[in-house]
């Protein structure tokens, strides 16, 4: 069965930090680029890290710079949030792509393998 699991989601208080991981089955995770996304209520979908498949492309939306960081097993990715504020407070999802595999692809239309999503609660 193709699936990507998410797990690591939870309330954790302002300065605090939380480790997303996301398990891939059933498809070839080494071929696919892959990518964390979120959505606040009443907000878009935003993509806030990506990783291209060999790993020497990445990006980070400007407001997670220097507190996320992306990364992947052969198996797993992961996305470590450290120094976490209200405003992270979101639906966080993971993401793979192969189309466009070797960058890191900003659209989210690129990616057609998603997780079920992990809620992440940033309040005191």
């Known amino acids: 069965q193709v699936q990507l699991v998410e797990s690591g989601g939870g309330l954790v208080q302002p300065g605090g930090s939380l480790r997303l991981s996301c398990a891939a089955s059933?498809?070839?995770?080494?071929?696919?680029?892959i990518a964390w996304f979120r959505q606040a209520p009443g907000k878009e979908r935003e993509q806030i890290s990506c990783?291209?498949?060999?790993?020497?492309s990445t990006f980070y939306l400007d407001s997670v710079k220097g507190r996320f960081t992306i990364s992947r097993d052969h198996t797993k990715m992961y996305l470590q949030m450290n120094s976490l504020r209200p405003e992270d407070t979101a639906a966080y999802y993971c993401?793979?792509?192969?189309?466009?595999?070797?960058?890191?692809?900003?659209?989210?239309?690129?990616?057609?393998?998603w997780g079920q999503g992990t809620q992440v609660t940033v309040s005191s």
């Open positions: 993401a793979a792509d192969k189309k466009v595999a070797t960058i890191c692809a900003r659209n989210e239309e690129f990616y057609d393998r």
């Open positions: 059933g498809f070839a995770f080494d071929a696919y680029a």
């Open positions: 990783m291209s498949m060999s790993e020497d």
